[in-house]
């Protein structure tokens, strides 16, 4: 996997250092409109909102406190300590009946490092009821614009086994390329043994590819997955299979 820009751990081919802390953190404007609701109640709505990216983690979003409807929220004693950013105070959300306990978190005296964090509130995605990038309901967490997802059609052979027995073979394979994630490799339903393959009740969301149905063969669970209505960075791959697994095997040929 490549180290992204914010990792502890710099690239070996580079002709310069990167001077400061092994644990990097970064705070870039996030360039839409965003919403969350709670119990029938927008909570937060914002078009300063920011990702704080972190080294190691995905970014979190962060609210200017007037972005917040801070009359639905209580403050509690919980309290969490990050040696990068400081101690965290939190709150509950309540709207209407429900309570969402601990949902949102702020830095109110960060260290000085990140003194920019102050007046910022952040949210546990999970624990809101819905998610708004535009007017468009998000879900899993929201893009990071640096994040990329590049498919390419490729006439480079693609074997595929399980335990030696060959389940896929395509000449017509496509290869998304994700940022910080190993290329994967996606064959044609056409060119994949779907006798062999059942599918299982596990579907995933992600957000730059869209909702994934998995596959599994009777000794073996969830070991392939396509994606039925891909996001439009990921389009390509509507029709195909990638598959992996501890007793998976996907070998590529170096030429066509």
Known sequence: MPPGPLATTPPDATNYTISGPPHRLLRTEFPRRVRADFGGVTVLDTTNGALV???????????????????????TDHSTHCPFKGDASYWSITAGDRTAENAVWAYEQPIDDAGWLQGWFAFYWDRLDRWFDEDEEVF???RDPFHRVDVRPSKRRVHVTIDGELIAESAAAKVLSETGLPNRWYLPERDVRTDVLTRSDTSTHCPYKGQSTYWSTDTHDDIAWSYPEPFDDARRVAGHLSFDGDDVQVEVAATH
């Open 53 to 75: 990216h972190e080294s190691n983690l995905l970014p979190a979003l962060y609210v200017p406190a007037d972005d917040v409807d801070t009359d639905v929220l209580t403050p």
């Open 140 to 142: 899993g967490h929201l």
